[in-house]
């Protein structure tokens, strides 16, 4: 039913649920399965300033994705990593699109509570222009 699935991840608590969920759907479909993390940009600090906290947020961001590979393969499941910036949520529908997922996981809460209530949740922008089946996993 599912060739292309792609997995949402931030770091937060219920990461792990969501790759769970995506390992247990891309074992069961033997679907080529695809881990992507966003580094929120638009951010209002100096271009320069910026800059320097994305390069850095980035290198953490490479460990992280490194650490959720390696917990994948503990399941029994490869997967490719992405590493994109922008918004989280158009961010990850144009990496759908990109590799022709035909299901997102994406978790229902996530990190940055604070900026969520004031932009809306990444997990329903996904949900609700996602052209493809979402999974929306709960903790």
């Excluded at 320069?48 to 390069?55: D, K, S, Y």
Aim: some cysteine; hydrophobic content about 45%; aromatic content about 4%.
């Amino acid at each position: 039913m599912f060739r292309k699935i792609l997995v949402a991840v931030d770091g937060s608590p219920i990461t792990r649920n969501v790759l769970t969920a995506a390992a247990d759907l891309a074992r069961h479909y033997h679907a080529e399965l695809h881990c992507i993390y966003i580094i929120e940009t638009g951010w209002s600090e100096e271009e320069i300033a910026r800059e320097l906290v994305i390069r850095e947020v980035e290198e953490e961001s490479g460990i992280m994705l490194a650490g959720f590979e390696r917990e994948l393969a503990r399941m029994g499941v490869q997967a490719v990593m992405h590493l994109k910036r922008g918004h989280p949520g158009e961010s990850i529908l144009a990496a759908a699109d990109d590799i022709g997922a035909d299901l997102i996981v994406i978790g229902s809460v996530g990190k940055g509570h604070i900026s969520r209530m004031l932009s809306g949740s990444v997990s329903t922008h996904v949900f609700s222009h996602s052209p493809v089946a979402t999974l929306v996993v709960r903790p």
